[in-house]
């Protein structure tokens, strides 16, 4: 496909600003960078040869089909998720563009299928194509297999922005994930892990507090890998994030706005004696006890997450992805991906490794 129009949703802020800029360095040279603010998405596109500002407000629909109108294909960083779901998927669909959602997980997929069946046209729409889910669901390919037990830890100390901590609130019940439980012979385990208090896993620069979490992308990815174990654990420097999550969850959904304004307070909090940081690591064990492990280190999810939905736009007009509707973690190569992670300055450092000591 030559020269085409890239619209940016969120262009300019944490997520999208990241995307507008890498898929310019991948040689996309027509981009639309959308918001709200003109002005600010006016500065970003005075960066960024090609780029081109249009404000726009995703909850007006006919402002956002004329955002879309003329794209062939559009990528979603604004937010909260898990409000505008599947919206942006459709107005894309509508005008015939592809689609890519650094956000937008299991609601938002299940949302387009109700509302169309998304295989018609032959476009693609990839969902969850961002740091947590995304790359969570998709370098732990590169590691694990059949019959593996895997054991994840994902987290540090980095900001909330106002808009994720509204879909961290939000992303409650079956459809996100199960605190306290695992995955163990093809299905979830309830009430199977405990907490586990001032640990430092491998990568991490300091002892974690590792609170059990299966996310619906994890067992998602324990089913399509046929693992025996899956053991996933989200990692915090303090209890101040939690006990904020705690208090929010115990409240009445109508507080929400004093509570993500609260979340975004406990990771400031968290970042007065540190520098932010963010880690994935992962360890897979196979049953004659080889282990393998990767890890990721980051300064920012949020950059990363826009480097992430840049790499999946870029492989979707590169026919690399299949048409209809898929979790990005499933479709994209995770060999393309830890190459193009490897080499961008926004990475810390990905390692991968292999040990078989012990093995007879």
């Given at each position: 496909?030559r020269?085409p129009?890239?619209?940016v949703?969120g262009?300019?802020?944490a997520?999208?600003?990241t995307a507008?800029?890498?898929l310019a ?5 027509r ?5 709200r603010?003109r002005d600010?998405?006016?500065a970003?596109?005075?960066?960024v040869?090609?780029a081109q500002?249009?404000p726009?407000?995703a ?5 956002l ?16 998720s ?8 459709r107005?894309?669909r ?11 997980d ?17 476009h693609t ?7 947590t889910?995304?790359l ?7 590691i ?5 037990r895997?054991?994840a ?6 900001r909330?922005t106002?808009a994720s ?6 992303a409650?019940?079956?459809d996100?994930g199960?605190p ?10 309830p ?18 507090d590792?609170?059990?979490y ?6 998602r990815?324990?089913?399509h890998l046929?693992?025996a174990?899956?053991r996933?654990?989200?990692?915090y ?6 006990t904020?999550?705690?208090?929010a ?6 507080h ?5 304004a ?18 994935l690591a992962?360890?897979?064990r ?10 990721l280190?980051?300064?920012d ?7 992430t ?14 048409p209809?509707?898929?979790?990005a ?11 193009a992670?490897r080499?961008d300055?926004?990475v810390?450092?990905l390692?991968?490794?292999?040990s078989?000591?012990g093995?007879?």
């Open positions: 496909m020269d129009l890239i619209a949703l262009g300019y802020g997520v999208g600003a507008v800029r890498r360095a991948l040689g996309h040279r981009l639309r960078v959308g918001g603010s600010r998405a006016a970003l596109c005075a960066e040869p090609g500002p249009f726009v407000d909850e007006d629909p006919r402002a089909r004329e955002f879309c109108v003329g794209s062939q294909l559009v990528v979603n960083c604004a937010g909260p898990y409000r505008l779901l599947d919206t942006v998927a107005a894309a509508a005008v015939g563009a592809h689609y890519v959602d650094a956000a937008g299991l609601p938002a997929h299940r949302a387009l299928l109700a509302h169309e069946n998304p295989d018609v046209g032959g729409a990839l969902f969850s194509a961002g740091v889910p995304g969570t669901g998709l370098l732990p390919r590169l694990a297999g059949p019959g593996d895997l054991d830890y994902v987290g540090g100390a980095v909330i106002p901590a509204i879909d961290i609130l939000l409650q019940g079956p996100f199960e306290m439980a695992s995955w163990r012979h093809g299905q979830v385990a009430r199977t892990l405990a907490p586990r208090r001032r640990v430092q896993p491998t990568g991490f620069p300091e002892p974690v590792a609170m059990p299966l996310t619906a992308e994890s067992a990815l324990a089913a046929g693992l174990e899956l996933a654990h989200a990692a420097p303090s209890d101040a994030i939690p904020a999550l705690a208090l969850w115990a409240d009445d959904p109508r929400l706005p004093e509570h993500a609260a979340l975004t307070a406990a990771a400031s909090a968290d970042l007065r004696d540190r520098t932010s940081y963010y880690v992962f360890q897979a196979t049953a004659r006890g080889v282990v393998r492990s990767l890890t280190r980051i300064g999810p949020y950059h990363v997450s826009g480097l939905a840049a790499l999946a736009a870029h492989a979707v007009l590169a026919d690399r992805s299949p209809g509707a898929h979790f973690a499933d479709v994209l190569d995770p060999w393309q991906v830890m190459e992670l080499g300055p926004l810390h450092s390692d991968l490794t292999s078989t000591a093995i007879p």
